[in-house]
C-alpha cells in the first residue's frame, strides 16, 4: 500500500502527516491541512502581540473582531472549561507570565531566570467565565486567555476532518498530540509508541493500537524551566496559579477527538497524582500516567488498547 509523508514545523511542533493508500491525488489536501495549521498558529499565537488573539486580550472586556478560525478555537475552549467544570481554564496567561514562560524561554536543563520575585496567590480562582459570542466578534471577558495546547488539538483534528476521506488511513502527529483514523500501509492499526520522560529518543514505556480516535500527552519533559532558582512547568492550575500535576511528570489520555484528548490529559495531570485515578474513572477517560519515580500507572481502559509495555520509566543510561 502506498504511503505518503509530509512533516513541517508549526506551533512549535514537529508535525507529521501519514497518508496511508490514497485514494484520490490528495497533495491539494495535504496543503489544505497544513494551511489550517498555519491559520491557527497565526491567529492564536500569544508570542506575536500583533496576533488577532493578543489583540483581542488587550482588549479582554470589550468585543473583539477575529478571524473566523480564531473564534472556533475559543469556542473550543469554553466547551472545554464548561465539560471540565473549570479545571481546564485558559485564563491562565498571566500566571505564565509571572513564572517566566514568555517568548525570550529557551528549554533546555540550564535556563535560569533571575525575573522579578512573584509572589502567587495560595488560592485565586477567578469567577466563572462567560465569554460571549456574535457574527464574527468575540467578547472575551475579564481575563486574557492562552490558547496554545487547544489551539494544537483543534488543528490536528481539523487537519484530519480534511483528509481522512480521502485515504485508506491517516496518521496526524503534531508533537504528541495524535489522530489515527483507519489502517496503515500493512493494512494494520496504526500503532503509537509513548515516549519514556526521560528518555525521549529511547525505548517507549507503552505501544498502543489506535482505531479512528486520538491520544494526546501532556509532560513537563519540555515545559519546564528555573524560574528564580524554582523549577516550575506550564501546567498551570487556574484554581492557584502555580503549577500543577503535584507527583506526576506525564499523562496521556485517548478521545475520540484529538482536542477532547488534549484537554482531558492536562484536566487529569492538574488532579495530581493523589486525584487523577478517581478523576479518569468518573469521567470514563482511558488514561495512562507517569509520576515522579517513574512508575507507571494506567487503567483498564487504556489497557485494552495497549499491545506492549513496561510498569517503569527509566533514565537514560
Given at each position: 500500500?502506498?504511503?505518503?509523508?509530509?512533516?513541517?514545523?508549526?506551533?512549535?511542533?514537529?508535525?507529521?502527516?501519514?497518508?496511508?493508500?490514497?485514494?484520490?491525488?490528495?497533495?491539494?489536501?495535504i496543503e489544505e491541512a497544513i494551511e489550517n495549521f498555519r491559520s491557527i498558529e497565526i491567529s492564536c499565537?500569544?508570542?506575536?502581540?500583533?496576533?488577532?488573539?493578543?489583540?483581542?486580550?488587550?482588549?479582554?472586556?470589550?468585543?473583539?473582531?477575529?478571524?473566523?478560525?480564531?473564534?472556533?478555537v475559543i469556542r473550543a475552549a469554553y466547551e472545554a472549561y464548561k465539560m471540565t467544570e473549570g479545571v481546564f481554564d485558559p485564563r491562565i496567561l498571566g500566571d505564565l507570565l509571572k513564572t517566566g514562560y514568555d517568548g525570550n524561554l529557551r528549554f533546555d536543563s540550564n535556563s535560569d531566570f533571575k525575573n522579578e520575585s512573584v509572589a502567587l496567590p495560595v488560592k485565586h480562582r477567578p469567577n466563572e467565565w462567560k465569554p460571549e459570542f456574535r457574527s464574527g466578534e468575540v467578547l472575551l471577558g475579564d481575563a486574557p486567555i492562552d490558547l496554545g495546547g487547544i489551539g494544537k488539538g483543534y488543528a490536528v483534528q481539523s487537519a484530519m476532518d480534511i483528509l481522512q476521506d480521502c485515504a485508506d488511513g491517516v496518521l496526524i502527529n503534531a508533537g504528541?498530540?495524535?489522530?489515527?483514523?483507519?489502517?496503515?500501509?500493512?493494512?494494520?492499526?496504526?500503532r503509537i509508541g509513548i515516549e519514556n520522560?526521560?528518555?525521549?529518543?529511547?525505548?517507549?514505556v507503552r505501544v498502543v493500537e489506535l482505531e479512528d480516535v486520538s491520544i494526546a500527552t501532556s509532560s513537563i519533559r519540555l515545559r519546564s524551566w528555573k524560574h528564580n532558582g524554582r523549577l516550575t512547568h506550564h501546567l498551570i492550575d487556574p484554581s492557584t496559579g502555580a503549577p500543577g500535576g503535584?507527583?506526576?511528570?506525564?499523562?496521556?489520555?485517548?478521545?475520540?477527538t484529538t482536542s477532547s484528548a488534549e484537554i482531558w490529559s492536562k484536566t487529569l495531570f492538574l488532579k495530581?497524582?493523589?486525584?487523577?485515578e478517581e478523576f479518569a474513572a468518573n469521567h470514563a477517560i482511558p488514561a495512562l500516567w507517569i509520576d515522579e519515580s517513574?512508575?507507571?500507572?494506567?487503567n483498564g481502559a487504556f489497557e485494552e488498547n495497549a499491545i506492549w509495555g513496561v510498569t517503569r520509566a527509566l533514565p537514560k543510561k
Open positions: 500500500m502506498t504511503l505518503l509523508h509530509r512533516g513541517f514545523r508549526c506551533m512549535a511542533s514537529d508535525v507529521t502527516i501519514e497518508i496511508a493508500g490514497p485514494r484520490i491525488d490528495v497533495n491539494e489536501k499565537t500569544r508570542f506575536n502581540p500583533t496576533s488577532p488573539l493578543m489583540l483581542a486580550n488587550a482588549n479582554s472586556t470589550s468585543w473583539n473582531r477575529l478571524p473566523k478560525i480564531a473564534i472556533d504528541g498530540d495524535i489522530a489515527a483514523e483507519g489502517v496503515n500501509d500493512k493494512d494494520e492499526l496504526w520522560p526521560w528518555d525521549p529518543e529511547g525505548e517507549p503535584e507527583g506526576l511528570v506525564a499523562v496521556s489520555a485517548i478521545a475520540e495530581g497524582l493523589g486525584r487523577i517513574g512508575k507507571l500507572f494506567a
